[in-house]
């Protein structure tokens, strides 16, 4: 134990009391100090007063006077940024702030939006007056344009920078940098094997550095001796899967590519819609839509420029078995011209087959029918003709719809408005339980059923309008003789005069519309190759796994060469043990096996000279073995847990085995029967697992080779 874990001691209060080395390590900490701790400091070294108020949370003693304050004041405001900054660099901040930026999304799907939806907005602030103030105060009439998701928006992406840059740059120096050497035991990997074979040590070493190679690992052989000295021992060391910080950098990367994409398609964004009857025309100008929404930064002179008419409509429904009134293909077929053109170019547009017209999308949305009337006033004169668009209701497309006439004059010669409300069915059909409405999309008797009204319209108060509704407040209903409404069931073709001479109305027929969305968006593009960069990062990161192999050739005490090999992943794999197994196969025409000598276990480490060995190390198998340096053997004689016992050999029976039990002698998986190389694990029943960084705890190993596969991740 250290000293500061000597001092440590439990005061009156339960609490520990660490005298003056926890606060030697607290100072290491980048947390704020309490005012216990700040007073506690002051009395050690303050100043000469001992004035405890002269200690700060990060400025350390403050000195006297007005430099010594300013001084202060500037290491404690450097040291809180740079533990802000540290917070906000978390991983732990981080998934925070993604899930505040999913959980900000809810209200501004559930509420409508300003820019979205704005007359569902103004209903809503009408008929709840009391819930749209709070909403107000809390922007979620407004939501991604409010400064509280904006502040989420902005803080995730300066966590996201914040966790790429140091990562990036300490990626660069992974990738310059060699293997680690060879820790001194290797028998402390969690996948080991060792043999014994005549085999010089260069020999065995060249051909491992070759074999490693081969199968994509970097490796440093500069411990492999040279060709003068054949004998003596060395080392290769060899590293591979640095794809996997790779992915995590491309997914960091392509995090911060769609949140600007996004950030940019939501501010620069634009989208109308507009219906168009068959016959009619369309010009890209903010004045011809029937509604429009844009981003904050959207310009409508930025609007693409083009014009295009609906030459036709074409549906075709299914007309008989359990399908029967589905839709089998839309297509509306156009003329556009852009800006400059002489000559339209002929288009068809279909449902989710947009036409692009340079950075614009026409979509088509919808289709129903307009009811074509002529409407004859109280003079004798012309006051309305032309197509009503009507809206379907259902799928057999029963539509309703409001015809209103302006300018109309009345029988006795004074102005008067007029309104005609009710339904186009285009299979007409009518019952006492549902009225007239209609049996099948496509106009196989067609029907126009109205109602009349006159009065004031209400388009002269300035308060806009939904075309296709009708307010009756200032209106009255035109009756028969007996006070009923007036209601009349009108075919193509067919006239209804009104009554007390005003006027007549002829149903002409009906045309098709077409409904279009028009869009454009930036950083589309982006959004999609940020998302597929991100998804092919966060796979390289999870199925490749970084590891590192080590091959150690030594000549033992007899001439012969022991050749040993270890692996360590960063993460629990069965592959590990399984590749260093293969490398062991591929090893054996080099380096061939050698049976074990009678009574001496094969491929034994030599044992450390007591001076070599630090103060505070534990013996090599401190807890492992029989004390003599070797691992205990499970009852009857088995061998340990996490061992594999070599393969049987001339000359090597159960009498020589007995000699080491359990030890590993052989680069063969027990069983296997068949002279292929295998590995031990060291996570066997009864065997403490091996630290995975690369030495056992409380052992002073290396600290670069030690560490074989200890993370370098900042925020991971």
């Known amino acids: ?84 900054w540290r917070q906000l660099t978390s991983m732990r901040v981080a998934l925070i702030l993604l899930f505040l930026l999913a959980l900000a999304t809810v209200p501004g799907s559930l509420i409508p939006q300003e820019g979205a939806s704005p007359i569902a907005a103004a209903e809503l602030r009408e008929n709840n007056p009391t819930l749209a103030s709070v909403y107000d105060r809390l922007q979620l009439f407004d939501v991604y344009s409010s400064v509280w998701f ?52 260069r020999e065995a070493l060249a051909e491992a550095e070759r074999l490693l190679g081969r199968s994509r690992f970097r490796v440093d052989g500069s411990a492999v001796p040279t060709a003068g000295d ?24 392509a995090l911060v590519v769609m949140l600007i994409a996004f950030a940019a398609g939501a501010l620069l964004r634009s989208e109308g819609g507009k219906l168009v009857p068959v016959g009619s025309g369309f010009t890209n100008t903010l004045t011809q839509y029937d509604d429009f929404s844009s981003g904050t930064l959207f310009d409508a002179d930025d609007l693409e420029r083009f014009t295009f008419d609906l030459d036709a409509f074409h549906a075709d429904f299914v007309r008989e078995g359990p399908d029967l009134g589905s839709a089998r293909d839309f297509r509306a077929d156009i003329t556009y011209w852009r800006d400059g053109d002489t000559e339209g170019t002929e288009a068809s547009v279909r449902v989710n087959h947009p036409l692009h017209i340079g950075d614009a999308k026409v979509y088509l949305l919808g289709h129903g029918f307009a009811p074509r009337v002529t409407l004859v006033d109280g003079q004798g004169e012309v006051a309305f003709s032309g197509p009503v668009p009507f809206i379907p209701q259902d799928n057999a497309l029963s539509s309703t719809g409001v015809v209103k006439v302006t300018d109309y004059v009345g ?64 209106m009255e209903q035109l009756t028969d003789e007996d006070g009923e409404p007036l209601r009349i069931n009108l075919l193509p073709g067919e006239e209804w005069e009104l009554p007390d001479g005003r006027g007549t109305l002829t149903f002409e027929g009906f045309d098709r519309w077409a409904t279009f969305q028009v869009s454009s968006s930036a950083g589309n593009g982006w959004a999609l190759i940020g998302a597929v960069a991100a998804v092919a990062g966060l796979a390289a990161s999870l199925l490749i796994q970084r590891r ?59 044992d450390e000279p007591a001076e070599e060995r630090s103060g505070d190390e534990p013996a090599a198998d401190e807890g492992r073995g029989d004390g003599a340096g070797r691992p205990a053997a499970e009852p009857d004689g088995a061998p340990a847990a996490g061992r594999v016992p070599a393969p049987a050999a001339p000359g090597d029976g159960p009498a020589d085995r007995a000699a080491a039990p359990g030890r590993s002698t052989g680069p063969v998986a027990s069983g296997d029967g068949e002279g292929r190389p295998g590995t031990r694990s060291a996570h066997g029943p009864g065997t403490a697992a091996a630290d995975p960084e690369g030495a056992t705890p409380g ?15 900042v925020k991971e």
């Open 699 to 713: 052992t002073a190993t290396d600290p670069e080779a030690a560490t074989g596969s200890r993370s370098e991740d």
């Open 230 to 253: 054949a004998s003596a021992g060395g080392s290769v060391a060899a590293e591979k899967g640095y794809l996997r910080e790779a992915g995590n950098l491309v997914f960091h990367v």
């Open 411 to 474: 029988p006795d010669g004074e102005p008067d408005q007029m309104a005609f409300q009710g339904f186009f069915n285009p299979t007409f059909a009518l019952t006492a339980e549902r009225g007239p409405h209609s049996t099948f999309p496509d106009p196989d008797f067609p029907a126009l059923t109205l109602n009349a009204y006159h009065g004031n319209l209400g388009l002269d108060s300035g308060i806009p309008q939904n075309v296709y509704q009708l307010d009756t407040r200032y």
């Open 548 to 606: 590192r192999v080590w091959v150690r050739a030594t000549t033992g005490a007899d001439g012969v060469t022991v050749v040993e090999m270890a692996s360590l992943g960063r993460s629990e794999s069965a592959r590990v043990p399984e590749e260093l197994a293969e490398l062991a196969l591929a090893l054996q025409p080099t380096a061939p096996m050698l049976p074990e000598p009678a009574g001496e276990p094969a491929g034994e480490p030599a």
């Open 1 to 84: 134990m250290s000293e500061h874990t000597d001092r440590t001691s439990a005061g009156p209060d339960g609490r520990e009391e660490t005298g003056e080395a926890t606060d030697d390590a607290s100072r290491l900490s980048t947390a704020p100090r309490t005012d216990a701790e700040r007073e506690a400091a002051a009395d050690r070294g303050g100043d000469a007063g001992g004035d405890p108020a002269g200690a700060g949370s990060f400025g350390g003693i403050r000195e006297p006077g007005l430099a010594g304050g300013l001084a202060w004041t500037g290491r404690e405001a450097v040291g809180w940024a740079r533990w802000i």
């Open 150 to 201: 904006s502040a989420i928006y902005l803080l995730l992406f300066a966590s996201l920078i914040g966790c790429i840059l140091p990562r990036a740059w300490q990626f660069v120096g992974q990738l310059r940098g060699r293997p680690p050497r060879a820790p001194r035991r290797l028998d402390r990997m969690p996948a080991y094997t060792t043999w014994r074979t005549e085999a010089a040590p």
